[in-house]
């Protein structure tokens, strides 16, 4: 069977939510596919939830790594074993909410030659009923397949956002996901493809749910902003760098870059990390600048 869609999952210690992200996969409307699960060193049980399910349904694959390596590491493992036309990365914790969401994300990517496309997610606390919209988060109002450029695309921080993605266009320009970083490798992972030409369409419903709480994947903290690594506002200033760089995604990338330092600046504040913040502000004035616009703007009178 012709495999359309590779759904990746990439786990560690999930074995509370794995069959719930597995089971929204297999019921979706589109059938040839297959979810590939990457069992990234677990500790509890999440290896024998895979393969009971695996069991019962073929197009479910369990790889597994001896030792944790990462989130970017399992997916890129995925990557190498995908068979579909179109790539899908979904949590072991969160879900697809719509049965029909990868047929219609690969509808809209056929019919307008999309290399990527995202829709809206809700995101979620476990017990409470109340669900909050990225887009609406984002100041994203759309009733229509949008097209972004990289401008949109970085000055709304749209990395969070669980697009499907054209394999062959993956493969074609051989990216994938940077190794190194723990956190904001999804950003970097768009970014990457954004560059070489990928074309990303945003599409106006939700279909996925992002379950927030402490043992997630990446550890989803609502405020992960605070916790941007070095390593990964490092290699966007790298790209920064680049002279091939448009002049407005070059402003977008530095203002991004600012606002990155400036939490991690917040974030080592809080924790009492004074010398370390002190050498933020100096590697990073522009910080300064933004520090007295947000407490000029806090104080002006309305």
């Known amino acids: 069977m012709h495999t359309r869609v590779s759904v990746i999952v990439p786990a560690w210690n999930a074995e509370r939510t794995i069959e719930q992200a597995i089971r929204s996969a297999l019921g979706q409307t589109l059938k040839d596919l297959e979810v590939i699960v990457i069992d990234d060193g677990s500790k ?11 069991a019962e349904d073929e ?72 669900c909050l919209s990225m887009f609406k988060e984002r100041g994203i109002n759309i009733n229509y397949p949008l097209e972004i450029n990289l401008d949109f695309f970085i ?19 051989s990216i994938e996901y940077n190794e190194n970083l723990i956190i904001r490798e999804d950003f970097v992972f768009i970014l990457e493809l954004m560059l070489n030409g990928a074309n990303f369409f945003l599409y106006p419903e939700a279909g996925y749910a992002y379950r927030r709480h402490q043992e997630s994947i990446q550890v989803k903290i609502y405020n992960e902003k605070e916790t941007i690594n070095k390593e ?3 290699y966007i200033k790298d790209i920064l760098n680049n002279p091939k760089i448009d002049k407005n995604v070059r402003k977008s990338l530095a203002r991004y870059i600012i606002l990155a330092e400036y939490y991690r600046f917040v974030s080592m504040i809080k924790r009492k990390k004074f010398l370390d913040s002190i050498t933020i502000i100096k590697e990073n004035p522009g910080v300064i600048s933004f520090i007295l616009k947000r407490v000029f703007k806090k104080i002006k009178p309305k």
């Not at 509890?44 to 695996?54: C, N, W």
């Not at 921080?157 to 499907?164: Q, S, T, W």
């Open 44 to 54: 509890d049980g999440t290896a024998d939830v895979v393969r009971r399910i695996a």
């Open 59 to 130: 197009r479910v694959r369990l790889l597994q790594n001896e030792v944790n390596r990462g989130p970017s590491a399992a997916r890129n493992l995925g990557l190498r074993e995908a068979r579909g036309d179109w790539i899908a990365i979904l949590d072991a914790d969160d879900f697809f909410i719509r049965e029909d969401r990868l047929e219609r994300l690969i509808a809209i990517g056929e019919e307008y030659g999309a290399d990527i496309v995202a829709d809206d997610i809700y995101q979620f606390k476990d017990g409470d009923t109340r």
């Open 155 to 173: 000055g709304r921080d749209l990395g969070y956002f669980k697009p499907i993605f054209r394999a062959k266009f993956i493969k074609d320009k």
């Open 232 to 234: 990964s506002i490092e």
